[in-house]
């Protein structure tokens, strides 16, 4: 039985990946793992999406997953732009709901943006931003995990 359509969100010039399911955008930031209205963080509807299929997991145990991640390796201090992302909240996540992974050129941003001269000259400013993409948290419970 097919229970919800995974979508994976990235988005143009910003790179943020997200995770559609069950009528709700899971993401990753620094605010730990949050949610939305599908389109409703602050960087809006996405510019692309890539469908990952469907998946046989049950709501309330995809919940129960999210929980433990937010408890454990998602926490909003371990967010950090380039090592540990909302590209790596999806691709977990995706591996999870679908037994897929994302496409790697979404997953090899970071290392590739490092990888250049201007990346090197910009990471220690970028290490120390956070970007946290909030979400509409008064809609329907959505909110921070």
Known sequence: ????????????VQRHTSIVVYGEEFFFGGG???SCFPGGTILGMSDSTVDLGNTEVPRDLFQE?????????????????FEHNCNTFSAE????????????????????VLATPFGQALRPFL????ITPSGDNGMHGYGQW
């Open 1 to 12: 039985m097919t229970l919800g359509q995974q979508n994976l969100i990235y988005r143009g």
């Open 32 to 34: 730990g793992i949050m």
């Open 65 to 81: 997953y999210l929980s433990s991640l937010r408890e454990s390796t998602y926490r909003p201090e371990k967010y950090h732009l």
């Open 93 to 112: 996540v995706a591996q999870f709901l679908t037994g897929s992974k994302i496409p790697s050129y979404i997953t090899d941003l970071p290392s590739e």
């Open 127 to 130: 290490d120390s931003v956070t």
